[in-house]
């Protein structure tokens, strides 16, 4: 999948969860970034943007990215999900790449590809 356009060079998990932090500290929001504050607010922006695909055909959602206005909304709640994510990670010492790459493993192991067993 092509970046998103206008998406800047060298961006990595890492370097995004140290902007985070940077952000909240600078803020003093810490005391507040607990686990399960995190989740709670990632499970909030997550039904967020469940909201803009609610009411939509299969066939409109496959097409919600054409409107501009729409688009802009979903990538804003995608990236709100990604960054109480990324925090909940950073606070609880998570590799999401890592625990990510591990999953997989797991579900090719449990739900073969057919032909494969």
């Not at 929001?29 to 803009?52: F, G």
């Not at 496959?62 to 804003?76: E, K, L, Q, S």
Request: include cysteine.
């Amino acid at each position: 999948m092509p970046p998103e356009p206008g998406a800047p060079e060298g961006l990595d998990v890492a370097r995004l969860q140290r902007r985070l932090a940077d952000f909240a500290a600078a803020r003093n929001w810490q005391p507040y970034h607990t686990p399960k504050n995190l989740a709670a607010a990632l499970s909030v922006e997550a039904s967020e943007l469940v909201e803009i695909f609610q009411w939509l055909t299969p066939e409109e959602s496959g097409r919600v990215m054409d409107d501009p206005a729409t688009a802009h909304r979903v990538r804003d709640e995608v990236a709100d999900v990604l960054a109480y994510l990324l925090q909940l990670c950073d606070v609880l010492g998570i590799d999401a790449l890592a625990a990510l790459d591990a999953k997989i493993d797991r579900n090719e192991e449990r739900f073969p590809a057919p032909g494969t067993d």
